[in-house]
């Protein structure tokens, strides 16, 4: 089985994945919604404790903490924050036997999808919410012409890091079946260390170490620190460098869980 589909088939997967999602277009709707009630009330708070600071607080200016805000309220759609189970779901109803007899690469055939699930909800998710922001608070604009090429690129390879970490959890379904409270588990930690509540910059230097050593600032962080150009040049480069990194080393993984897995499922149909 060749690793990599046709042009055209990989195509028609990331089509797949957009047509999919966009069959729920109220639902879309909602989470932009939500995403931007939530917003309001985070940059209130970030903004009253920069003013408690003086004006800003671990190199956050106003404009800036409003530009995190909504760049990370945004991305929660594109970068599938919450809950995704799909894959653990088939896998307990035993859907994944189907699955297994396509002659696709399933890690790669699931990762097609899921980049064209983002595609759909970055026009409705992240563009929302970001023009929200724009109107009532501001946003800081970028300095240089390859902020936003870099800032795109940044961002797929964010989607790719949450996709893989997000498989990885559910490939532990072929182990414990119900893997509802590991997703719990998984939600809170990853939001927490990705930089989706306050930026990374603003935790303890003990707590910032931590997330740093893990995949999460990947998905969130970085695509915002692109964007505000906290980092700039050749070291903005070396932090997408750092999620393609990260990208290769979750997928990877995946790949060992899924094959050692699928060994399991024959042992197991005997």
Known sequence: MRLLPPPRTAAALVAAGFRRWATYRQAALAGAFTNTVFGVVKVSVLLGVAAAAGGSVAGYDRLELSTYTWLSQGLIGVVHVFGWTEVAERVRSGDIAIDLARPLDLQVAWLLQDLGRAAYATGVRFVVPLAVGALFFGLRVPGSVWTLPLFVVSTVLAVV?????????????????????????????????????????????????????????????????VATERLSGLDALALVASQLGWAALVLVLGRIVLARATRRLVVQGG
């Open 161 to 225: 890091v949450s996709f893989g970490c997000r498989l990885l959890v559910n490939l532990c379904a072929f182990w414990l079946l119900d893997v509802r409270g590991l997703v719990t588990f998984y939600v809170l930690t990853s939001t927490l260390l990705m930089g989706m509540i306050v930026p990374v910059p603003l935790f303890p230097t003990w707590l910032r170490v931590l997330a740093y050593a893990t995949p999460f600032p990947a998905i969130v962080q970085a695509p915002v620190d």
